[in-house]
């Protein structure tokens, strides 16, 4: 049916996108590259093992961690009470609004009103500060996540567990929850994913903390960028992309 | 059918469970930003600020250089943003038509993994590939299509759009597709029936149904254009300053009250945008897939 003028032009289309693909995914390699610059005839990990001994950058390193668990935590949690809202309180589109709001405010903007808030209430920086502005800013993301994995749940089994003679808890733990624990198991991922992203508003609360993201911003206002952080920029892509491959297993498997 | 939700007993502590979430964004961004607002209206003391109700703040960021900037971000965000349409759109369109029901989860998978990866790692990355002695460079020499390394490719407009296509272009991708996929094939068929070609089909059914999508995706990457800092201050050089880079530059000299000014004008922007958006279009057409049983 279709013409040979259409067919060439989705195959041109189709090479536009691969071209868009080359273009995102080139940024992913010069860190990798550069951690392995100037090595000179010390080991090939040189670099990384330099991390190690870096006070500072390990500091870095644990809270990054911490935050990221945290975050991980708290956000699907919070989500999965906001999409059990949108089935109690049938005004969906209020909720969603509310929810949402974090992903359209400019990450600097977001940054500015948490620090002052914090400010004016005398709360210093911190890893409250920090994991607050974190979690705020993967809800959104969490909580779509945990939307999705709801509505593929028919409320009609939960009826079945009560007309069984459960009570909400035992409903939701035994016959919800091993529903959509992988959506929830998603969202947690993503969350963490997401903290891994953060820097710009995690900059502004922080105060004297540093997590590794923001450590490598200043660091690269102040002085520049070295081979070791060069090293941890390649962690930190490898760490993410390992928590892609995991997100994707996950929903593999939900399918 | 009753419903009969997680939290039982005691209706008040159940709306105070379930209201958590809200509270949480209540208080720690929506009153943050209204704090903002009324702290933009304060004066800088020193080393801090003290309540007032002036206009000061607001008159030193739209004169002189601040309004340029301004100004500069403004057309920036928004060229940026019709250039991340530009290619979202064809990308999300050919993803919904062109592709096997199997193929079209991981495609956009695809383009969800740059997105997730930290973006001022990414933006760290292009000014090493675009530099004068990057790789970019250095294969234009060896192919001999320049003999000197393009000086344009960093600290430049080319290397900030660059920059910024890269960072908020592959988040685009999905609301555009959420929305083409909800259209009903029933409609264009309908349009064909009609003997209307594809050109018009395009123009008069599946352009304006798929706007909510376009719309939401737009708001998204213009809100990221305009309060950029990382993008401008690594790959737009020294004084190309965006938004971003003027409230960061006002916290740098502790100018809190400018700051949350500057600021201010941003998150009230977004928010017309926001309302805008929301009166012209219905959720439903674009989250009723994920919203249909909830």
């Known amino acids: 049916m279709t013409s040979r003028f259409t067919r060439y032009g989705i195959k041109i289309a189709w090479a536009f996108v691969a071209l868009v693909l080359v273009f995102l995914y080139a940024p992913l390699l010069p860190p ?73 405010v400019p990450g600097i903007s977001m940054g500015v009103a948490t620090a002052l808030f914090f400010q004016i209430l005398g709360i210093s920086p911190s890893l409250l500060t920090i994991t607050s502005v974190q979690v705020i800013w993967a809800l959104p993301f969490a909580f779509l996540i945990v939307l999705t994995a709801l509505a593929n749940f028919d409320p009609v089994h939960r009826e079945a567990a009560y007309m069984s003679g459960a009570n909400r808890w035992q409903a939701f733990l035994e016959v919800e929850l091993p529903q959509i624990h992988q959506g929830l198991l998603g969202a947690a991922v993503f969350s963490l994913i997401l903290s891994f992203n953060e820097t710009i508003r995690t900059a502004v609360v922080q105060g004297g903390n540093n997590t590794v993201q923001t450590y490598l911003w200043s660091q690269y206002q102040q002085i520049g960028l070295s081979p070791n952080l060069y090293a941890l920029m390649t962690i930190l892509i490898v760490a993410t992309l390992a928590l892609i491959a995991l997100l994707a297993l996950l929903d593999a498997r939900r399918r | 059918m009753t419903k ?113 990866v930290n973006y001022v790692v990414r933006t760290f990355a292009w000014s090493d590939l675009l530099s004068r002695t990057g790789p970019i460079n250095s294969a234009l020499i060896a192919f001999g299509i320049t003999e000197r390394p393009l000086d344009w490719l960093l600290f430049s407009d ?32 309908a349009s064909w029936l009609l003997g209307e070609g594809p050109f018009t089909t395009f123009r008069r059914v599946i352009l304006p149904l798929s706007l909510p999508g376009v719309i939401a995706a737009a708001i998204f990457g213009f809100v ?71």
Do not use: C
């Open chain 2, 4 to 116: 009969r939700p997680l939290f039982g007993g005691d209706a008040l502590v159940r709306a105070m469970i379930l209201g958590l979430p809200f509270a949480v964004i209540l208080i720690l961004i929506v009153g943050p930003l209204v704090l903002t607002f009324v702290i933009s209206f304060w004066q800088k003391t020193g080393f801090t600020m003290r309540p007032d109700l002036t206009l000061d703040n607001y008159a030193a960021f739209f004169s002189g250089v601040r309004l340029e900037v301004l100004l500069r971000s403004l057309w920036v965000a928004f060229s940026a943003t019709i250039l991340m349409i530009v290619i979202a759109y064809p990308i999300a369109y050919l993803i919904t038509t062109r592709l096997r029901e199997v193929l079209v989860r991981p495609v956009l998978f695809l383009f969800a993994v740059p997105f997730l």
């Open chain 1, 32 to 104: 990798a590259i550069n951690s392995f610059a100037n090595l000179g005839d010390r080991g090939l990990f040189t670099h990384y093992s330099a991390i190690l001994t870096d006070w500072r950058l390990m500091a870095a390193v644990r809270l990054t961690l911490l935050v990221g668990l945290l975050v991980a935590v708290i956000a699907p949690l919070l989500a999965l009470l906001a999409a059990e809202a949108v089935r109690v309180w049938r005004i969906p589109k209020l909720i969603l609004g509310v929810i949402l709001i974090p992903l359209f």
């Open chain 2, 224 to 294: 990221g254009a305009f309060g950029e800092v990382a993008v401008s201050l690594i790959l737009g050089g020294t004084g190309y300053q965006l938004l971003g880079n003027a409230i960061q530059s006002a916290l740098s000299v502790l100018n809190y009250p400018l700051a949350a000014a500057i600021s201010s004008v941003s998150t009230l922007l977004m928010l017309a945008l926001i309302v805008a958006w929301y009166q012209f279009f219905d959720l439903r057409l674009m989250l009723g897939k994920i919203m249909m049983r909830a």
């Open chain 2, 158 to 189: 080319f290397a900030v759009y660059l920059g910024l296509i890269t960072a908020y272009m592959p988040f685009m991708v999905f609301p555009i597709w959420l929305s083409l996929s909800g259209i009903d094939r029933r409609l264009v068929e």
